[in-house]
């Protein structure tokens, strides 16, 4: 078969996994989240702000940063990922126009779809949906189920399943601009950063603000699972703690003195998002 070469590459990309999919439409209520760690710092400037200077949201293969692994270069097991995920649309395209990384959040959470990649998240309007790909498990799994609005046998795929609770999502991949002035419903956060210089440049954003219930775990109770992430990550998310608990902010604050590895202090933020997260916790409406 002849590769598809017509129209631009997010269509070819669309295209192309559209004909590996199966199963019903896709419930048009439910959204794409993009989840991420609002408080981290591209070059020496707050993530939000670079956000409010820029208007979208980039991929990896832009921003040089992940909550993942950083492997988006040409080679890359991310830039490999997407050449067979997307039968090869993106190949020779400029990383501009290459798709971002979010999950589609079927169980409703109100912290977003894959909290294991940040506390905070963009709510994608329901138009998303109709540019967005999925695929089933994480694209690091090089999986063999894929999904698009119009047939998405994944939900049944994933609720079968039983992964640790931060691996429960279906991978969404947004193929075109997200732009945060249109295509952003909300910017979700948590209430740890009120008060903070996070809410100060998500006020620079042009999409509403709204707080979720929140992520806290008590010392005490992380040193009951040394086995999740490994008993050093215990010892280093006892050390950075304040007043005996972790929250997102806590976390934050530790990465930005540069003290400590960054792949340290995600294997902390990974216990406090399983242990210490309020998965069937209400949404908070209290939008700004």
Known sequence: MSADTSGAPQERALRHVAA????EPLDP??????NFHP????????????????GLYHSQFITGTSNGGLTAHPGGDRWRWESRIFGSAYDHAPAHDRPVYGALNFRRKPIGAAPR???????LTAEAL??????????????SAFGVASRMALIELATA?????????????????????CDVEALVLDPSYRGTAVQAA??????????HA?????????????DYRGQEYVDLGTEIAVDGHLDPRIIGDAACTGRYDPQALKKVWHCLARFGSPFDAGQDDGSL
Request: proline share 8%; charged share 25%.
């Open 161 to 181: 399943d039983n992964p640790d609770a931060l691996d429960d999502y279906i991978e969404a991949q947004v193929h075109g601009p997200v732009r945060l002035d």
């Open 20 to 23: 590996l999919s199966s199963g």
């Open 214 to 226: 929140g992520f806290r775990l008590a010392i005490d109770q992380l040193r009951r699972y040394p």
């Open 117 to 123: 990649f940040g506390s905070a998240h963009f709510r």
């Open 130 to 143: 109709s540019r967005a790909t999925f695929c089933y498990p994480d694209s690091f799994f090089e999986p």
């Open 202 to 211: 998500a006020h620079r954003l042009p999409c509403p603000i709204e707080w």
């Open 29 to 34: 209520q439910l959204r794409v989240t993009l």
């Open 39 to 54: 408080d981290r710092l591209v070059g020496d400037q707050l993530i939000l702000l670079r956000l409010a200077d820029d």
